[in-house]
């Protein structure tokens, strides 16, 4: 099959640039829902507040004033109005230090007739003196405190957004350099959502995941921040469980640019993807109930399909939706009844996806085509070359131990672990090692510990890593041969790979033939060790 190149979403390090940068019309949605999240709360309580401190100032300020005015009507009645309300507001904020403007200083400012003040007497000095004092307490302390309190909620306000950011309960911004966005359905985390997001950035995959751990607070972090509270809205965050509640997606949105440009007679298309396999070990992905035990279940995936679907919005265009899942599709669904179905069966009888991506088979064709390509002169001879060609597995888990085992005897090899070999062979130094820990860092550790202690060479290493600190570490090179597989790495090729024959216009059941056809002949292909080419 010809390479696809995919070039809208087509990797590299000036596209990943170009979505990290944030842009004005961003920056103007953030600074808007913060002023409107403040001003709700300000209206309700300290605003409320404010201005009845003010009032109460302005008003007593306003009596203060009417006690400057001449008995004797001399002036007109709009001069003493408006001396009595302009001394009013210039003397609420001087009421915070207890302080005045003279009412001599209001005339000569308004250019007023100075007949308008009447003159001073004892009683009335007395009744202004108790006025100003009654004025300044209240300022003193009613507005002063209610000033202070408009500042932490505009502070509070910051905070809170910023929070509802790392929460994954922030609205999705709409605007138009956030467009043809791919929204994935990641339980509670997803090595290959990650993994995707570093790639293609935070405007073309939009995930949904069930919990704000750290990790994914780091991801929002590195994403979604330009600054320690400013930043935008990269994910959305269901409950466990509550997939088909619609009370759980009240704020989230799918605006009408994030719909796919298509080849197809309907032009535009929603594209949801779902990973049930999520940040689990990749020895978990060999367990017989895998679907079962992920954290993203079918019936979860599907009810995140529905309602996700119903949530483009109103004046979109009209549009298919292309849901793909990628799971195990080989593993087991038990019903009730005890009738036993793959869950390939399962989803294409009862519809719960379009496209299903197999999570197994790239794996064992990968680790396949590892060893069909590493050379095995060293092995031909001796005691050796009428055996089956060894293979040693180091990994805690029982499950993947027995999975490789069986997949790959038939083809002629013989898993055994270090241990095993030491026994039969004497020396492990040229037989190859598949290294699978139950995390990416204890894989890497413990490739490093076999080559300080010179038990193997780089050559004969296959580091098995479940994300991208695995591929980064240990990636192939001129210095260090070791040779890596990535699971996150094999399933982001594979989703862009279906992602980009949907934009082609091919049918839901093109792509589907067309992928597993991919998929069962990658190994084969010569010059691509791990069997699929860069889209």
């Known amino acids: 099959m010809s390479h696809l190149i995919f070039d809208r979403f087509h990797w590299n390090k000036r ?19 913060i002023f409107d999240h403040a001003f709700s709360r300000l209206v309700i309580g300290p605003g409320v507040t404010l201005f009845g401190a ?58 007023l007739n100075p007949n308008v003040l009447g003159s001073e007497s004892p009683r009335l000095s007395w009744r202004r ?32 957004y910023s929070e509802r950011l790392l929460q994954g309960k922030e609205t999705p911004f709409n605007v138009a350099s956030q467009k043809e966005v791919v929204v994935r359905l990641g339980g509670k985390s997803s090595n290959v959502t990650t993994l995707s997001m570093e790639r293609w950035g ?31 809205p990269i994910y959305w965050r269901v409950d466990n469980g509550s997939y088909g509640d619609p009370d759980t997606w009240k704020g989230m949105r799918i605006p009408k640019q994030w719909l796919l440009e298509t080849k197809n007679q309907i032009p535009k298309m929603l594209l949801l993807e779902a990973d049930s396999v999520g940040k689990d070990s990749i020895s978990s992905i060999f367990s017989s109930d895998m679907a079962n ?36 599709a080989d593993s087991i669904v038990t019903t009730g009844g005890g009738r036993k179905r793959s869950v390939r069966d399962y989803v294409t009888s009862l519809g719960l996806a379009d496209i299903i991506i197999d999570a197994r088979i790239p794996l064992l064709l990968a680790i396949r085509d590892w060893l069909e390509h590493r050379s095995w002169d060293k092995l031909k001879s001796g005691s050796w070359g009428k055996k089956k060609r060894p293979l040693i597995v180091e990994t805690p888990s029982s499950v993947f131990f027995t999975s490789i085992r069986s997949a790959l005897e038939p083809f002629g090899y013989c898993v055994m672990d270090v241990a095993d070999a030491g026994q039969q062979y004497g020396s492990i ?15 890497i550790h413990t490739v490093r510990s076999l080559l300080e202690r010179k038990l193997t060479t780089p050559e004969n290493i296959c580091a098995f890593c479940g994300d991208q600190g695995g591929l980064v570490e240990l990636a192939p090179g001129e210095e260090s041969p070791i040779f890596t597989i990535c699971s996150s790495d094999i399933y982001d ?25 991919y998929v069962h002949s990658a190994a084969k292909q010569d010059g691509k060790r791990l069997g699929f080419p860069s889209l």
């Open 15 to 33: 596209n990943a640039n170009e979505n990290a940068r944030f842009s004005s019309d961003e920056r103007s949605i953030e600074r808007g829902r």
């Open 54 to 111: 003010c009032t109460s100032v302005f008003g007593l300020s306003a009596l203060e004033g009417w006690l400057h005015l001449a008995k004797i009507n001399t002036t007109s009645t709009f001069e003493r109005t408006q001396f009595v309300t302009r001394y009013a507001l210039a003397n609420i904020i001087p009421s915070i230090v207890w302080d005045r403007i003279p009412a001599q200083t209001v005339v000569k400012a308004l250019n």
């Open 129 to 160: 003196t108790r006025l100003q004092s009654l004025r300044g307490s209240i300022a003193g302390t009613a507005i002063l405190s209610q000033l202070v309190s408009l500042v932490q909620v505009s502070m509070k306000s910051q905070q809170d």
């Open 202 to 232: 935070r405007r073309n995959v939009f995930p949904i995941f069930e919990s704000a751990t750290s990790e994914i607070r780091q991801l929002v972090r590195r994403h979604g921040f330009w600054d320690e509270n400013d930043g935008v």
């Open 293 to 328: 035990n992920s954290d993203l279940d079918l019936h979860e995936a599907t009810q995140g399909f529905y309602q996700l679907s119903k949530l483009v919005e109103a004046d979109a265009p009209p549009h298919q939706v292309l849901r793909v899942l990628l799971v195990d």
């Open 429 to 443: 130094q040229d037989i190859p090692i598949l290294v699978d820990e139950d995390t990416s860092l204890a894989t």
């Open 493 to 517: 090729g594979l989703f862009r790979l279906v992602r980009s024959l949907a934009i082609e216009g091919h049918s839901k059941e093109r792509i589907q033939e067309h992928l597993d056809s």
